[in-house]
């Protein structure tokens, strides 16, 4: 399957089927994270695998959103290893949000679905999962196969239009008028 049908492909999951995702699955996805670039190869990212029973009815206490996933994935880094360009962007945000892709993009090409979800309450998440004070959390991403009759969303196929997201540079003649060449 070529990159741009596997993006067309996937789309955020948000109902899935009890059943478990394979070890040497999650391991492919996890090393697809670890794989990603990261500003200055600094490697902020942290990640918490959620999967047992027991944790999986703590996270259902941080988020509305874990829509019956086997699996969950905290997504942060580490505030204390990040690149950092304070007139740029934290780049720990930016380095996780690549990981986090380059994971849903592995997990779509296992046949693992997955949804990004920023509806968490990170303060609950850190007193119940233990997280220290160093990881900013970003988002959870469950994970899973999709429940029977599963579809993507309605919105799935509306985007816009390339010409509204992109533009190519334009450049003004630096010549003035009056001068010789």
Not at 11 to 37: D, M, N, Q
Not at 91 to 108: C, K, N, P
Request: glycine letters at 6%; proline letters at 7%; a neutral charge.
């Amino acid at each position: 399957m070529s990159f741009l049908d596997l993006a067309r492909e996937r789309y955020s999951e948000r109902r899935f089927a009890p059943k478990p995702v394979e070890t040497e699955k999650l391991e492919a996805i996890l090393e697809a994270g670890r794989l990603a670039p990261t500003a200055r190869n600094s490697q902020p990212q942290r990640i918490l695998v959620i999967q047992s029973p027991k944790g999986l009815k703590e996270m259902d206490r941080c988020t509305p959103c874990r829509f019956g996933a086997p699996l969950v994935l905290v997504l942060g880094y580490d505030i204390t290893c990040q690149a950092y360009n304070p007139d740029v962007v934290e780049f720990g945000i930016v380095d996780t949000t690549i990981v986090a892709t380059h994971m849903m993009l592995e997990a779509q090409q296992l046949g693992v679905h997955s949804c990004w979800v920023g509806m968490i309450d990170p303060s609950e998440l850190r007193r119940r999962f233990n997280i220290p004070g160093t990881q900013r959390i970003i988002s959870v991403m469950p994970m899973g196969y999709p429940a029977d009759g599963s579809c993507a969303s309605a919105l799935h196929e509306t985007s816009l239009p390339i010409e509204k997201l992109v533009a190519y540079e334009r450049y003004q003649s630096t010549k003035r008028s009056g001068t010789a060449s």
